[in-house]
Structures are given as C-alpha cells and as structure tokens.
C-alpha cells in the first residue's frame, strides 16, 4: 500500500511540471500506467500479463481523474467571467470620465429654415454634456480644477458644403 501511495504522489508531482493542462493530463496518466505496470509486475504468477493489466486500469483511472482535476472548461469559464466584469468596470469608468450628453438644440430658436435655402444653410447649434473629471492648472501644478459642465457651441456655415 505504500507502494501505491508513493506512486501516486509521484504522479500528482510529475503532473505539476506540466504547463498546460493537456500536458498535466497527460502526464499523469502516463504517470498511472507506469505505476499500475509496476504494480502488476510485483505478482508472483505471470508479471507481464498482470503488469499490463494493472497499468491499464490504473492509466485509465489516471485519466479519468485528470480528466476532472485540469478541466479546460471550468478555467474558461472563469476566465470569461472576469472578463466580463472588467469590462463592465471599465465602462463604468469610461461613463465617468467622458462626455454625456445631456440636451441640444438649433440656434434658430425653433424657427424653419425656408424651403428653397435649407440646401445652402445649415443652421448652427448647441450641445450641453454633464461629466466628471479633475483638470490641473496650466499654471500652477498644484491647482486643480473640477469640470462637471461643458457647453458646445456650433456656428452655422452657408454655402452647399
């Protein structure tokens, strides 16, 4: 029984070696073939059928519990998971940090262009974005100014550009 402890601990370091999970799988089911091959040749009576047939079984027993200990699946999973939740923090962020727009309108209060000149003027107008964010001084390092408001103003252009 010391025999098989020994083994499989052995198994479980080798293992552990292993960079990627096909390759820990694949090692310690190797790793269980050769204990089950070492195991069986310990029989008394006719060790090289018994070796091969304990290897075997203790190979795919290996596999098995390999199979469920390095489960591509579960760190994809995982993986996916943080993902999505850095990419929801990072929009928090971005929607703290950019411009949102809050109203807009022309600067003709309202008031219709003539038909015949809409292709020759376009109307000016205004934007007013809410944000958040910490701007320094130019002038002084240590001051720092606090921008919660911007305000677009958007000239009117003539001609049919």
């Avoid at 519990?65 to 995982?78: G, I, Y």
């Avoid at 003539?114 to 934007?127: F, Q, S």
């Avoid at 390092?141 to 252009?157: A, D, K, L, S």
């Amino acid at each position: 029984m010391k025999t098989i402890s020994s083994l499989a601990l052995s198994a479980l370091l080798l293992s552990s070696c292993a960079t990627t999970n096909k390759e820990k799988r694949l090692t310690l089911t190797v790793a269980g073939i050769g204990a089950g091959a070492a195991i069986g040749a310990t029989r008394p009576e006719e060790k090289s059928k018994n070796a091969v047939l304990y290897g075997s079984l203790i190979g795919v027993g290996a596999a098995i519990v390999s199979e469920l200990l390095f489960d591509d699946e579960r760190s994809m999973r995982r993986m996916k998971k943080e993902t999505e939740e850095l990419k929801a923090s990072n929009e928090i962020l971005k929607s703290r940090t950019e411009p949102r727009l809050e109203k807009e309108g022309s600067s003709l209060l309202s008031a219709q262009l003539p038909k015949d000149t809409r292709h020759l003027i376009k109307p000016g107008g205004w934007k007013r974005y809410r944000l958040d964010r910490w701007v320094q001084d130019e002038e002084n390092e240590n001051v720092w100014f606090r921008q919660t408001e911007m305000f677009e103003v958007i000239p009117p252009r003539v001609g049919s550009n």
